[in-house]
């Protein structure tokens, strides 16, 4: 059976950040979660502040995976994490904002 697949989607697979993300994804899921328990909705006003602050803290806790590789791409790390796990962070904040009232 062949797969037959856009240049799009290869170039997406071909990814190396992806490809990071993906290898570690059970580390990266348990942290995320973590660090959704950690840091509180009700001390930030906006949700990008506290989107800025989340994904900040979970990359700190990436530190002792990538500090020695070379050329490590950090911001598109940050991207591709605010991709995958938008939802769970929007949801976390406007239910933990909802409570703070």
Not at 17 to 34: E, G, V
Not at 43 to 72: A, C, G, Q, R, V
């Amino acid at each position: 059976m062949k797969i037959i697949i856009t240049e799009d989607q290869f170039n997406k697979l071909q990814n190396p950040n992806r490809t990071w993300l993906i290898r570690r994804f059970h580390i990266i899921k348990d942290d995320f979660n973590d660090s959704i328990d950690e840091i509180d909705p009700c001390s930030f006003e906006t949700f990008d502040d506290y989107e800025f602050m989340l994904f900040n803290y979970l990359m700190d806790k990436f530190h002792p995976y990538f500090y020695d590789i070379e050329n490590f791409d950090y911001y598109a790390i940050v991207d591709e994490l605010k991709d995958i796990f938008y939802v769970d962070s929007t949801e976390t904040y406007y239910s933990g904002k909802e409570k703070c009232l």
